[in-house]
């Protein structure tokens, strides 16, 4: 899956959300129609994408967000929503500049991103 796509199924599952507080959809629908977003998503997801590839811009509009380490370093945090769709041995950067594997991490969240992101080039 390219960036545009990804930004597609991303929004698609959003206006789901969006649309089942709008017309107030009881929590059958509701649930239903997430469940069906979110295979939609996850059909079209390529797991071995490179996020590293994407530009800083890309990934900011993706929802990750820059943070810079030290002078010379800069990693973009993982959004929470991201963590079902990145690979367990995704090599993660933790905000104090160590490195680890993504499944070796603690998913808590502050302001909806992890401790960790990935480098950006």
Do not use: C
Request: without cysteine; charged residues 25%; aromatic residues 14%.
């Amino acid at each position: 899956m390219d960036y545009k796509l990804l930004r597609e199924n991303m929004f698609y599952l959003i206006n789901i959300v969006a649309l089942g507080q709008k017309y107030n959809w009881n929590d059958e629908k509701l649930k239903g129609q997430l469940k069906e977003a979110f295979e939609r998503f996850m059909n079209g997801f390529d797991l071995n994408m490179d996020f590293s590839s994407f530009s800083k811009d890309e990934l900011e509009r993706l929802g990750f967000s820059a943070y810079k380490i030290n002078s010379s370093q800069t990693i973009m945090l993982i959004p929470v929503y991201m963590i079902p769709f990145l690979p367990n041995d995704t090599e993660v950067i933790s905000i104090f500049g160590d490195k680890r594997i993504l499944d070796n991490v603690d998913f808590d969240d502050r302001g909806g991103h992890l401790a960790y992101g990935i480098s950006v080039i």
